[in-house]
């Protein structure tokens, strides 16, 4: 069994991976949203395959946190997180503090650029639609 301050730098680690996979997706949402507005069907479907990819790593180091949370003892949501860091030295409250506010803005970040893509995404299916229906007469 691995001691508890090794689970605590791994969980460091993998919040910081999970902070730069988060990044990087922030980064290439807006690049589709640039693409979906500029109708750029071969750069909507270069971001798609990397947005899968790294939506996946973002998925790997979520469920990596999850599981180093239940190895510490500590409930994965933010109430968890900060009762647990109350117990914890100065140091470390601070680095995974910070890492953590990181993690949630950018996850939420990522949540709304998604949102607005979906919109622009929904928005040229009618246009096409409709130019389909004239088509057709």
Known sequence: MLDQQTIINAFIDN????????????KLLLQEETALA???IEKIDALAAEKNQLTTQVEQAEQLRQSQCIQLQISPDKKG????????????????????????????????????????VAHLQRHTQDALSILRG
Do not use: F, M
């Open 38 to 40: 500029e109708q750029n």
């Open 81 to 120: 997180i900060q009762q647990w860091l109350k117990t914890k030295p100065v140091a470390i409250q601070r680095q995974i503090s910070t890492l953590w506010k990181n993690v949630t803005y950018l996850g939420q970040k990522c949540s709304t650029q998604n949102q607005i893509n979906g919109i622009l």
């Open 15 to 26: 919040l910081s991976r999970l902070s730069e996979h988060l990044d990087k997706l922030s």
